[in-house]
Each structure stands twice: as structure tokens, then as C-alpha cells.
């Protein structure tokens, strides 16, 4: 970090009693650091301490105190030109819809706007765990990220508001080393570095004919965040992916597929060579005997159709895979069926499965949160609370990750 130019934001959460911290570690680094500090940022933290440890002003205002000795109007762009990245850390609800809206009314959004497009910018949202997971937030978080924002899912604990969820900032010491690994290139070693991992995501569909087909309501959004962990971690991975609307996780190979067949073939052609799979989708399990060609007519008071049950994709990994392989799967349930997911775990051969509820508020199809309970052949059960989709994903890797070692270490 010697010698990079780093701009930390604070705003106006409670988290920001951390950031002196955060610039201490950097200067210790050699970086060279100015902060940005909201209006509401300085109600939780002085600018004069700020400017102690940073041993620079700090930023506010736009347009710069009149009476200074130079008078500079043009600092928002100049800086923005001098970082090398931008960490803003607490990010609260406000801060997000402004920069996500555009707006530049302060010296943080401006910097965000005037920073080279190049440059990383690391978002650390902070906030009570309902405003964090609210549709507004979340909404305002996809557009920063589809603007190449990395947005880091905050930690669940004690809040401020004295609830326990998600919501917390990372300590310092992990906000420098996500700002390192952005930087820098560099990364903790995973053990999923080099693997080759594949995954299933989002439903199929099943032509009844031409028109019509049989699904569900995945929207593949568990999938595609167990993909984009991943090769955050190094893994090289291959997404099969039903249709959805969604954008392709950065550095992983996409297949597109419609029906169960379809997607049954695409991934069997990986079971040989593949370290890891991971069946998130949600294939259908049975299709249209005879489809009808063209569009059926509504002629008949009633129709009969014949159903015949599809490939089951995991299963037939689980049933070949090698010892040096790992098979992981979900059980979506709606209503309460660890039975049926540790029956699953053991009739496919599983290594691991990750059991969900299905409620279409806060867990399971179509919505931005999970709650996971994650099943490990030796019985080993591990229940996460309300994440993210992306936070849920990284707890899932995490578990992952030990049955690599685990599996590493034996004889």
C-alpha cells in the first residue's frame, strides 16, 4: 500500500467511530489518505481527529471555506483524479440513494462522480438490519454494483438499535485487507482457488407447446451469488443457467439452457472434471410427455396431460463422482422439512446441503434474502440466520471451504 492514494468516505452511522481507526491502518500501510466526511458523518466523528491521524484536511463542502488562502473550486475533480481508490465506510441508506441517483451535492458524491472509472470503489453499507434489507436499499445496492462498485454485505451481530441481524460494519482491519485484495490483486489463499466449480441456477421450463411451458417462480439469484463468490475466491466457474434475468457474474464462464434435459446435458459434459458441484437451480421434475407442436386450441372443456419425470442432475453427479469430488445441493421446502433435506443429503449422495424455506417475503424463490441451514454428511448442522443472498453465498463457501480441507487432510 506504500504510496497509494486512498480516499476514505464516512457517513452518518454509528459504525463511523471506526473509521480514525481505519485511516491509522492505512497510514501504517504508507498509503497517503484523505477523508471525505458527510454532514452526517460529522456528527459521530470530529474532523479534527480525523485530520490528526490522516495528517491532511478534511473534505466536506464542495466549494472550500471563502477567506482561505486558495481559493480552489475545482478540488472535487482534482482529487478525484489523485485517488488511486475510494472506500466509503459507513455507507448509510441516504448515502446510497444519492450516489446511485446521481446526485452531487457534497464532496463524497463528487468524488464518486470524478473518480476515474478505472479505480476501485469499495462500499461498506452499514445500517439496522430491516433498512439494510428493505427493497429500496437493496435496489439502490444492484445499481451500484452494476456500475463495477463493490459492495461488501455487512456482518450480522448486535446492532445499535439494540436488535441482532445484519447490518454491521466489518472491523477495520477487514475493511484494509478487502481494500488490499481490490487493489493490490492480492487475496487470503481459499482453498477454491483453481477449482473447477460448476452451478445450476434458476428454473427451467418444460414446453406444454409452443407458447406454453411448466416452471417455477426461481428467479436464479441464489445461484448467481454462489457464482459470483466463487470466483471472487478464484475458483474457475462455469454457470448453467435456466432463464433469468440476470447479469453474468464477473470472470465466470455462463451457460444458457431452458429445459431440465438441456441442462442435464450441459452440466454432465463437466462430471469427470469438475472439483465442485453445486445444483442451486431449481429443475423441474417433470415435463410434457408429448409436447404439442404449435399452440393448442381451447376446443375441450378439459385437457389431460401426461407427465414423465426428468433427469435429476445431482443425483446422477452424486451417483459417479470421484472421492476427491464434492457434490453440494439445496432442499427448498414450504413448510418445516430438515427430514426431507437430510433424506435428500444422503439418497444423492451428497456432501453438503443447504436447506430453505420457502415463504416469498424474506426466503427461498424470487426475493433478494435467504435463511439457509446447511447439512454436512457427518449430521454436522449449521443454521444461518436472514442474509443477503450474497451474504448466504459467502457463508455456504465458507462451510465449502472446510470440507476441502477436511477432505485434503485424510489419508
Aim: aromatic content about 6%; some cysteine.
Amino acid at each position: 500500500m506504500k504510496g497509494k492514494n486512498i480516499i476514505v468516505g464516512i457517513c452518518g452511522g454509528i459504525a463511523a467511530y471506526k473509521t480514525p481507526q481505519l485511516v491509522r491502518l492505512l497510514k501504517k500501510r504508507g498509503a497517503n489518505v484523505k477523508v471525505a466526511l458527510t454532514e452526517g458523518g460529522a456528527r459521530f466523528v470530529s474532523e479534527l481527529s480525523l485530520a490528526t491521524v490522516s495528517e491532511e484536511p478534511v473534505y466536506g463542502k464542495i466549494f472550500p471555506p471563502m477567506g482561505t488562502e486558495k481559493m480552489d473550486f475545482t478540488r472535487h475533480i482534482s482529487l478525484g483524479e489523485w485517488a488511486d481508490a475510494l472506500v466509503i465506510a459507513p455507507a448509510t441508506a441516504n448515502t446510497l440513494a444519492r450516489l446511485s441517483a446521481g446526485l452531487c451535492d457534497d464532496m463524497l458524491s463528487a468524488l464518486f462522480i470524478t473518480l476515474r472509472p478505472d479505480k476501485p470503489v469499495l462500499i461498506f453499507p452499514a445500517m439496522d438490519g430491516q433498512m439494510f434489507l428493505s427493497a429500496s436499499v437493496q435496489r439502490n445496492i444492484a445499481t451500484l454494483a452494476a456500475q463495477r462498485c463493490t459492495i461488501i454485505t455487512p456482518e450480522s451481530g448486535e446492532l445499535a438499535s439494540g436488535l441482532c441481524g445484519v447490518g454491521r460494519m466489518p472491523e477495520p482491519e477487514a475493511i484494509l485487507a478487502a481494500l488490499e485484495e481490490q487493489l493490490l490483486g492480492t487475496k487470503a489463499s481459499s482453498p477454491l482457488s483453481g477449482k473447477k466449480v460448476i452451478i445450476t441456477a434458476g428454473p427451467t421450463r418444460e414446453k406444454i407447446d409452443g407458447v406454453r411451458f411448466i416452471s417455477n417462480y426461481s428467479s436464479g439469484k441464489m445461484g448467481f451469488a454462489i457464482a459470483r463468490a466463487a470466483a471472487k475466491r478464484g475458483a474457475m466457474v462455469t454457470l448453467i443457467a435456466g432463464p433469468v434475468h440476470l447479469p453474468s457474474p464477473p470472470g465466470v464462464e455462463r451457460l444458457d439452457v431452458e429445459s431440465a434435459a438441456e441442462m442435464y446435458a450441459a452440466s454432465e459434459a463437466f462430471f469427470k472434471n469438475c472439483d465442485l458441484f453445486i445444483g442451486a437451480a431449481a429443475v423441474s421434475d417433470y415435463r410434457p410427455a408429448e409436447p404439442y407442436n404449435g399452440k393448442m386450441k381451447k376446443d375441450d372443456e378439459q385437457i389431460e396431460l401426461t407427465l414423465i419425470k426428468n433427469p435429476d442432475i445431482l443425483a446422477g453427479f452424486g451417483m459417479q463422482k470421484s472421492p476427491d469430488q464434492l457434490a453440494i445441493g439445496f432442499a427448498l421446502e414450504t413448510q418445516s422439512g430438515l427430514g426431507n433435506a437430510r433424506n435428500k443429503l444422503a439418497v444423492k449422495n451428497l456432501d453438503l446441503i443447504a436447506f430453505n424455506f420457502f415463504d416469498r417475503k424474506t426466503s427461498g424463490f424470487d426475493v433478494d434474502t435467504n435463511i439457509l441451514t446447511l447439512i454436512e454428511r457427518d449430521g454436522e448442522t449449521t443454521e444461518l440466520p436472514l442474509l443477503t443472498k450474497d451474504g448466504a453465498a459467502e457463508r455456504l463457501l465458507d462451510a465449502i471451504e472446510q470440507l476441502c480441507l477436511k477432505k485434503a487432510v485424510k489419508p
